[in-house]
């Protein structure tokens, strides 16, 4: 499979996930509206992801994943095996002894993450966090799931995997929440429980597909094994990177709990609308980003085993092409277009005017920097490759202390606003200061016509954007009905891509030519 197809693969499977994703928050918004629960949902369901990213598809991820790609291109499929093996099992035990502490502790987690919320909403929280927090045992593994398939070059299973969440979280909402309602429970509490079941399901899935390859880890129980686990080279070698790796992504997590806290002492709402905006900022991120990360990075880990520096280079080159081919059209977007998107996605049943324009403008703070977030995600896994983490933390650390900079002079004029610009220029920074660092260490070679095709690319660009802001002006999004917006949005976002696209083929860019490169 080659990488573009691999990368479209795992591309459209995540679209579908980001479908269902928003099919879910589209349930939720008519539902819920806006309001301190809600605010106590996201706050208890961004402690589970919060720590998944931390530790499953952040800093456990990073670590694994090279050192699995290493081991198989090195040592051969049998000595990989006993390394999957070795991992499973420390990381099973790890994460049961997490579990338990984390739902103990569930009332200082909420506390610390937003402690502006009111009494009611509080305890909301606390209670929503237990019932959800062994959603990051099962995310855990099935992050070590997603590595194994993806070194073996098996994409579908883990792109699909996400969907099974959402259509939990649908079932949750659309048939959940009104029978606790008649119950007389808060029915938010529904979608908590929604979310231990999509957990569940997504872990389900990753069995077969193990087991078809052979790769399904053996888990072992006694002490003496686990001892054994512990003490085996490539766990040690996993943990001594995860180490430099979890400091890097908890600079990160760490800015998101910042901001979440900074939003929790803010209007009534803020951490709501900056999460509607926040999961329309993953649709990008997410079809172009992760997906080029996730079939790089074992790509690039196998070139560095193999000292084939040339083809590193050349598979960076087009991943960096793709970003700003893909992402520059999507960042205009959401800075000229956002409001007529937000109205026609959320703007029903108990979603205000008002809460349409706050959405919009979190989600216009995102596009600013919306090429620097998809950007890092291409950039990072050129370090991990060559087992350097430290230097992708050292910028996160610096990249933190600008952002929350950023955000005590922001924060008193754009209020939640300001905590999206300030992750997106943060994420320009970072973007910019790897980059630099790939090409001065000699590892990244920019193949020549960088200059013409940002030129190409920023102009056809330019053109789409006037277009998209003309159609964001010409209608009153907001009176319009439903049908109505939904017709104009989808008119509008046809007739834009052929503009952009039409004018790139104008100016000379062969694309066909440069997802085959």
């Not at 917006?485 to 790139?504: D, T």
Request: include cysteine; charged fraction near 10%; aromatic fraction near 8%.
């Amino acid at each position: 499979m080659s990488l573009f197809k691999a990368a479209s693969t795992v591309s459209l499977l995540t679209l579908a996930s980001r479908i269902t994703g928003l099919v879910r928050d589209l349930l939720m918004a008519s539902a819920f509206g806006v309001s301190g629960l809600t605010d106590a949902f996201n706050v208890a369901f961004r402690i589970p992801n919060l720590l998944r990213r931390l530790f499953a598809e952040g800093a456990f991820s990073q670590a694994f994943v090279p050192v699995l790609a290493r081991s198989k291109a090195a040592n051969g499929e049998e000595a990989t095996r006993h390394l999957i093996d070795a991992v499973a099992t420390v990381l099973t035990w790890v994460l049961v002894l997490t579990c338990a502490v984390g739902v103990v502790a569930s009332p200082i987690l909420v506390w610390l993450l937003a402690s502006g919320l009111d009494a009611h909403s509080f305890d909301s929280g606390v209670l929503m966090t237990r019932i959800m927090f062994p959603y990051i045992g099962c995310m855990s593994l099935v992050a070590f799931s997603a590595g194994i398939l993806n070194t073996w070059r098996h994409f579908v299973v883990p792109a699909a995997t996400p969907v099974l969440l959402n259509l939990a979280m649908i079932v949750a909402a659309w048939l959940g929440a009104p029978w606790l309602a008649k119950m007389g429970i808060e029915p938010i509490y529904a979608m908590a429980v929604g979310v231990m079941v999509g957990g569940i399901l997504q872990l389900a899935v990753q069995v077969p597909a193990l087991r078809r390859l052979g790769l399904l880890p053996h888990i072992s129980l006694s002490w003496r094994r686990v001892r054994e686990a512990w003490r085996d080279p490539g766990v040690r070698q996993v943990l001594t990177l995860m180490l430099p790796a979890l400091l890097g992504v908890g600079v990160a997590q760490l800015s998101l709990l910042i901001n979440t806290q900074i939003a929790s002492h803010l209007a009534a709402g803020s951490v709501t609308w900056v999460w509607y905006a926040d999961r329309l900022m993953e649709f990008p991120t997410a079809l172009l980003g992760v997906a080029l990360g996730v079939v790089l990075t074992p790509q690039l880990s196998a070139a560095r085993a193999k000292g084939d520096d040339a083809r590193y280079s050349q598979m960076l080159d087009w991943g960096l092409r793709l970003v700003v081919v893909l992402s520059l059209p999507c960042a205009a977007a959401l800075l000229v277009f956002a409001t007529p998107l937000i109205a026609t996605l959320f703007y029903h049943g108990k979603f205000a005017p008002d809460d349409v324009q706050r959405v919009a403008l979190a989600l216009a703070g995102y596009g600013v920097g919306l090429v620097g977030l998809v950007a890092v995600k291409v950039l990072a896994p050129g370090y991990y490759a060559s087992l350097d983490i430290r230097t992708p933390v050292k910028i996160a650390i610096a990249v933190l202390v600008v952002t929350q900079l950023l955000n005590v002079v922001l924060v008193p004029q754009l209020q939640h606003a300001a905590l999206t610009l300030s992750i997106a220029l943060g994420a320009l920074l970072n973007a910019g200061w790897l980059l630099t660092g790939l090409i001065r260490r000699g590892s990244y070679q920019p193949a020549a016509g960088w200059g013409v095709f940002g030129a190409q690319t920023l102009g056809a660009t330019l053109l789409m954007s006037a277009f998209l802001a003309w159609a964001g002006d010409q209608f009153d999004w907001l009176a319009l009905v439903s049908w109505q917006r939904v017709a104009l949005l989808a008119g509008s976002i046809l007739v834009a891509m052929v503009v952009y696209f039409g004018a790139l083929a104008a100016a000379g860019v062969k694309l066909r030519q440069l997802v085959r490169r």
